[in-house]
């Protein structure tokens, strides 16, 4: 059965990949997988039919037949384990990438979040200059912790995976910031993510929302 994802019917970001759905479709480009996609405005997300779905009123969500999930890295590491691609074989290596995935969205992602939460709901209080720099500070220190890690290989373990799918969605959302090119072994790490062919497609159909021509995937 093909699944169905919802995404914005009108993207803050302009469909520049930065939207969470973007996850989702690279994830199902990476597997071979077919996908329908049902824009919500911003509204509808929060109607009770979209809250059944997704209790806090956002997306994206993901319906294939009896079974409905929200959380994009829920969604994505649900797609991993049943696809082919974003996880390892190996037992171990397998739990690895699922520990990068959590790192992404809970340790990496969260203090870019706040510079954004910063910038576009706080920047106009009387207090948003000093706590600026310390936002930034928190950043770099994870970005700093990361490009240690990653050192001079492609990958955060091995080959591409699915924690690698996740940390480098989070990281693209410092590039309108430049703070990524603070780090150029993240910045080219990032760049890899982008280059690949599912990646591609993924952000031209969600790209296509934004110009009108809304294909489903």
């Given amino acids: 059965m093909t699944p169905t994802i919802t995404a914005f019917e009108s993207s803050p970001d302009r469909g520049q990949g930065l939207a969470r759905d973007m996850r989702v479709r690279w994830a199902l480009e990476e597997a071979g997988q077919p996908y329908e996609v049902r824009l919500v405005s911003f509204s509808a997300m929060k109607e009770p039919a979209h809250r059944a779905i997704h209790p806090f009123g956002q997306i994206p ?22 696809h082919a691609g974003l996880l390892p074989k190996d037992a ?40 600026l720099p310390l936002v930034k500070d928190r950043i770099r220190k994870r970005l700093g912790e990361l ?24 990281l693209l959302r410092l590039k309108p910031s ?23 497609r993924a952000f031209a159909a969600q790209l296509a929302v934004f110009t009108g021509q809304h294909p489903t995937g």
């Fill in 147 to 170: 490009s240690d890690r990653l050192g001079d290989a492609d990958w955060l373990d091995g080959a591409f995976s699915a924690g690698d799918l996740m940390m480098v969605h989070a």
């Fill in 92 to 131: 171990n290596a397998r739990a690895r990438a699922i520990a990068w995935m959590f790192a992404a969205v809970s340790t990496v992602e969260a203090p870019i979040l706040d510079l954004q939460t910063a910038k576009f709901l706080e920047g106009d209080k009387p207090w948003s200059e000093q706590r």
């Fill in 61 to 82: 969500t993901y319906e294939e037949g009896d079974l409905a999930l929200f959380e994009s890295g829920a969604i994505v590491l649900h797609i991993a384990e049943h």
């Fill in 178 to 200: 430049g703070m990524l090119d603070e780090y150029p072994s993240l910045a080219a790490y990032a760049a890899r993510g982008e280059a690949r062919p599912a990646f591609k």
